[in-house]
Structures are given as C-alpha cells and as structure tokens.
C-alpha cells in the first residue's frame, strides 16, 4: 500500500472514501440489498458513528471499509487507496499496516498474555521487540492498565480485554480504527471506561475511529452521526464533541 498522500482537496485523501457502494447478497428466495449506493468521506482524526437497529448495513459497510468483504459495485478508499482493486494478499496487507480492528468479541488469544495479545500485529509486521514494547507499555499506562500486563485474558475482566484489543488496535499507529459493537457485552461503567479510552487516544494521538453501533452511549460521545436505514444512510449530522476526561 502506498503512504498516505498530503490533503489537497482531493477526497481519495481523507481517512476513508466510498463512492456509490452496494453490498448485495445473493440468497433464496431473493437477494439482500445489504449496503445501497453510499457515498461519503471521513476525514482524519474524526471520532465517527454508524448507528442503525439490527439488518440496517451498519456492520457490513464496516467490514466493506476495513477489506474485510468487498462491495458487489462501487469504490472505497482507505487513506488514499482504492482497496477495492487489491489483491486478497494486498488486503491482508493493508489491514495488517493500516487498519485496526475491535470487535465486541474481544477476540483476544488465551494463551497470550495481555501485553503479548496488544502487540501481536506489530510482531506479524516484523517490528522491533523493544519498540513494540515500548508502545505497548505507554499505552497500558495511559489506560489504566498497568500491572496487568502478564495476565492472560481468562484473568481479566470484560472491560479490560476490551481495553487490551483496543490498545492492540491502535498501538501499530493504524490511519483508522474500526469498531463493530465494541461496547455490546460490557455493562455501563466499563463502557464508558471504554468510551473515555477511546475518546483520549482520539483526542491524544488523532486515531480516527469509525463505529458501528446501536448502543446510545456511543452515538452520544460521537462526534459525528450516521444513521444508516435498510443499507442506505438516512442522516449525517455532526454533533458537539464530548470533552475529554
């Protein structure tokens, strides 16, 4: 993937771009119109929600932006790059280099211990141990959890592996971070622990950060809505960013 080029008015430099995407999925007995004909851009550094009930695209426009699955027609751009002309191995690429994910699963590895669960994608990058400790170390720190470093995820709660994967997302300094329902199996405190975790690397380091959600606690710490309805988006309304903690 090539660096990410300077803004000069051209929308294939913002954080993402899609142009008239279509997701549809072929099934019996007639198919789903998943994602229908959106457009839009998302510059760097926007603290963005996609909110939208259960089957309204919200999940599958995510996974269309992150290369995850790729669109039946249309464009996306990621930092300046048309994914939908790579390679599968150039996909894997990119998301390895340039896209962070965090999915309400966690998706942490067992037998890993936190710090070696935040720094595995820098490690399949190839990147210095000490480097990727020291990222990692700053981040535990920044988030409130240090000590916890040695634990494996069995040993920490629900908030915390939450807080792991989302260190694990942006400590390889991606262009965006792409979260589906990260927040959906946390109880109230730890989601907006999360919240202000997220809200801080935002505010601190310029991650841009694209949900997908339909939890009210997220789209009102956005700093952007998109309400997406039956594949399509039905408004885009920026909001008053939250202040930071």
Known sequence: MSAIPAHEGNPRSAAVRT?????VFEQEPEDVQAVRGVTLTIE???????????????????????GLTRPTRGTVWV????????????????????????FQAYNLLPVLTALENAEFPMLLRGMPEDERNRRVSRL???????????????????????????????????ALVLADEPTA????????????????????????????????KVMERSHRLIRLVDGAVASDEPREPHPPR
């Not at 142009?19 to 997701?23: A, I, T």
């Not at 994914?83 to 965090?102: C, P």
């Not at 720190?141 to 260190?167: H, M, N």
Request: proline share 4%; glycine share 12%.
């Open 185 to 216: 199996n946390l109880d109230s405190v730890a989601s907006e622990q999360l919240l202000d975790m997220m809200e801080e690397l935002n505010h601190g380091l310029g991650t841009t950060f694209v949900f997908a959600t339909h939890d009210p």
């Open 19 to 23: 142009e008239e995407v279509w997701k």
């Open 140 to 174: 535990f720190e920044r988030t409130g959890l240090a000590g916890l470093e040695d634990r494996r995820p069995g040993k920490l709660s629900g908030g915390q592996q939450q807080r792991v994967a989302v260190i694990r997302a942006v400590a390889g300094t991606p």
């Open 79 to 102: 930092a300046g790059v048309d994914v939908t002309k790579m390679s599968n191995r150039e996909l894997a690429r990119m998301r390895l280099e340039h896209v962070g994910f965090v």
């Open 44 to 66: 760097p550094g926007e603290f963005v929600a996609m909110a939208g009930p259960s089957g309204s695209g919200k999940t599958t426009l995510l996974n269309l932006i992150g």
